[in-house]
């Protein structure tokens, strides 16, 4: 609950003037590009103690974005050429270049279209003399904006950030990768916002209810103020006890787990009470690095994120890039529908030496010291699993014949994301070690509801019943082969379920760290 800041962009489109010295103005880019240059390093070294070295890398590319050679020699023939004022000649060229990106239809060039529309205001900006004071916070505030960018968001001082409040964005976008990651709340997609609330207006954000009140009454106001008092002292207390294993009241129990994507969500994880890592999105290790890892790279790090967690069973999801986690490096061809496309171990047996064999191999070394199972993603058909389970014996044949330290291969589980797959328990369950419910793709399966799409997102919500219902026949299924079953999309962490889940069996549930404490709290509170 704060004060509402409006985040005030620059004006676009810039006028066209005649300039009587061209020369000045190409020294006033010069100029910008050395301020913007400037602000970015000063920026990096802001967020380097709260951000993990990984997600720092992303300032690297924007000065370079930002002192790209072919933008600036062809800006300076544009004034030398049109006589004109620095700002409009540098907005020209760069437009040009956004909308040539954004013609090529490609989720990972679309983002970078996005940060070089970003790189473009912060260097009109320097040019404008226009920065900061408007977009700057000193007292408490809740942002509100069409959209915040990450350099804005890391500008401000996260102390004094109580909210942000965004029109556009998407759940992938860096901003949002950002906001979670230093935990502060936000809300994206909130149609109108910036028309609706403006600087000065109380606002009430309620992030777990997807809710925003504006102008709001004494009485709420004074409730909410008891609100974030008691969530303050109860996240403390939820925090410290969800170190502890879960119990109902009648001794029944389902374990808890994160789901993690970074260094900095394992020790989240651990800091929560984690019972284990549900769901190791590797992908998203590795998604903002230059170069895919190999075998060796792969190994060390989930070395080190393993070694930041408790001695438990850790399970890591074999990679999902493809649809909407484009890997840069990596060739595609253009899809219509990526996330029913090219993706998972579809994309992994196509480059199979590149991206599937040196993580096998990875994770096949691993299990001689941590405790792991590996989990599949989008497995498809019968056909599918019986592909990657062939992959994996394979390497762990060859690393015995190699003399290399004796691994047994893990259990080997799949996500249940696919309804083809869900539909089956009966030919699925027999050939493999355990299941998890990816029930965000398998929802937007269901639903015929792409799930980036905030357009179509309500249906997305009524895909629960025929979820449980899947899960229902697979934990069924899953009992007579004494297998378990577990749930690591957002149904996992909905506290409707949670008392179902636990009667109907489910051996785990897997969300976001964060989470974890309430979800215990709730436990220990049931019957
Ligand atoms: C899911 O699809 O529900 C899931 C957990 O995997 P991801 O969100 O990474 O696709
Ligand atoms: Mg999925």
Redesign the pocket.
């Known amino acids: 609950m704060g004060k509402a800041q409006l985040l005030d962009p620059v004006r676009l489109p810039i006028p066209k003037k005649k300039s009587a010295s061209p020369k000045d103005e190409i020294k006033k880019l010069s100029s910008a590009l050395k301020k913007a240059t400037k602000h970015n390093t000063q920026l990096k070294e802001n967020l380097s103690k709260s951000l993990p070295p990984d997600e720092l890398e992303i300032y690297e590319s924007y000065i370079e974005m930002i002192n790209d050679p072919e933008v600036v020699d062809q800006t300076i023939a544009y004034i030398e050429k049109e006589q004109c004022n620095v700002d409009f000649a540098y907005y020209q060229i760069q437009k040009g270049f956004i909308s040539s990106i954004e013609q090529l239809d490609d989720p990972y060039l679309k983002q970078r279209a996005e940060d070089l529309r970003m790189i473009t205001n912060g260097v009109l900006e320097c040019m404008l003399e226009k920065h900061s004071k408007n977009n700057s916070i000193d007292t408490p505030s809740i942002l509100i904006a069409d959209k915040i960018d990450p350099n804005q968001l890391a500008e401000l001082n996260p102390k004094l950030l109580l909210g942000l409040i965004t029109s556009k964005g998407g759940i992938t976008d860096h901003t949002t990768i950002i906001a979670k990651a230093l935990g502060i709340p936000f809300l994206i997609g909130v149609k109108n916002v910036t028309e609706k609330i403006t600087t000065g207006d109380l606002v009430i954000l309620d992030s777990e209810h997807q809710c925003v009140t504006l102008h709001p009454s004494s009485e709420l106001i004074e409730q909410t103020q008891l609100k974030i008092e008691q969530q303050k002292i109860n996240w403390d207390k939820e925090r410290e006890r969800a170190k502890e294993k879960a119990y109902t009241q009648s001794n029944k129990t389902i374990e808890v787990l994160a789901n993690v994507g970074s260094l900095q969500e394992a020790i989240d994880a651990s800091d929560c009470g984690a019972d284990g890592i549900g ?1 190791l ?1 590797t992908e998203l290790c590795f998604i903002e690095q230059a170069s895919l890892p190999n075998e060796k790279k792969h190994f060390e790090f989930y070395s080190e994120l393993l070694s930041n967690l408790p001695d438990k069973t850790h399970t890591l999801r074999l990679l ?1 890039f493809g649809s909407d986690k484009q890997f840069p490096g990596l060739p595609s061809s253009p899809e219509e529908n990526p996330a029913m496309g090219n993706r998972a171990l579809r994309l992994g047996f196509m480059h199979y030496e590149l991206l599937l064999k040196p993580q096998i191999r990875a994770f096949l070394r691993l299990s001689s010291t941590f405790k792991i199972q590996i989990l599949c993603p989008m497995i498809t058909t019968l056909e599918d699993l019986d592909q990657i389970k062939k992959a994996i014996k394979l390497e762990n044949d060859t690393i015995h014949s190699t003399g290399k330290t004796k691994t047994p291969i893990p259990p080997i589980g799949i996500m249940v ?1 696919v309804p083809n797959v869900a539909l089956h328990p009966e030919l699925f369950v027999p050939q493999a070690d355990f299941f998890s419910f ?5 929802a937007q399966f269901i639903m015929a509801a792409d799930r980036t799409n905030a357009q179509v997102a309500h249906y997305l919500e009524s895909a629960n019943p025929s979820l449980v219902q899947c899960i229902t026949a697979y934990v069924n299924h899953a009992k007579e082969y004494h297998k378990k079953v577990s749930i ?2 957002e149904l996992a962490s909905n506290p409707d379920y949670l008392k179902h889940f636990i009667e109907l069996g489910v051996a785990s549930l897997s969300m976001p760290p964060r989470l974890i404490p309430k979800i215990k709290a709730q436990i220990t509170s049931f019957d």
Do not use: I
Request: charged share 35%; net charge negative.
């Open positions: 769901l999105r999902d994301e990816g029930t965000n793709d398998l690591c999309g």
